[in-house]
């Protein structure tokens, strides 16, 4: 039980909070729950299944490509069949410094 609170309490200290994201390329699977962006903070890996709306990031952009992000873990859906909780939400990008 203390194992998986402390996990949430490390996911927890990663949300709403400017980080540094490298975005590495598109999703263009096409299975179930495909789709969204490739990006790395630091050395972990994440895919972005939802964006919030911005005029910096899209089909046409070319990777890699560095912006600030704040991102949301959620479960549910295909949140809940991603592994090692590495699906997220993006709810704000800006250009990387």
């Given at each position: 039980?203390s194992?998986?609170?402390?996990?949430?309490?490390?996911?927890?200290?990663?949300?709403?909070?400017?980080?540094?994201?490298?975005?590495?390329?598109?999703?263009?699977?096409?299975?179930?729950?495909?789709?969204?962006?490739?990006?790395?903070?630091?050395?972990?890996?994440?895919?972005?299944?939802e964006?919030?709306a911005?005029?910096?990031?899209?089909?046409?952009?070319?990777?890699?490509?560095?912006?600030?992000?704040?991102?949301?873990?959620?479960?549910?859906?295909?949140?809940?069949?991603?592994?090692?909780?590495?699906?997220v939400?993006?709810?704000?990008?800006?250009?990387?410094?």
């Amino acid at each position: 039980m203390s194992f998986v609170f402390s996990c949430e309490k490390s996911m927890d200290s990663k949300q709403n909070k400017w980080m540094k994201a490298t975005f590495t390329g598109m999703d263009v699977s096409m299975t179930p729950c495909s789709g969204g962006y490739f990006f790395t903070i630091g050395d972990s890996s994440y895919r972005a299944f939802e964006i919030a709306a911005n005029k910096i990031l899209n089909e046409q952009s070319d990777f890699p490509k560095k912006y600030e992000v704040k991102i949301r873990y959620k479960a549910g859906g295909c949140y809940s069949t991603e592994l090692s909780g590495k699906l997220v939400q993006i709810t704000a990008i800006k250009q990387g410094k």
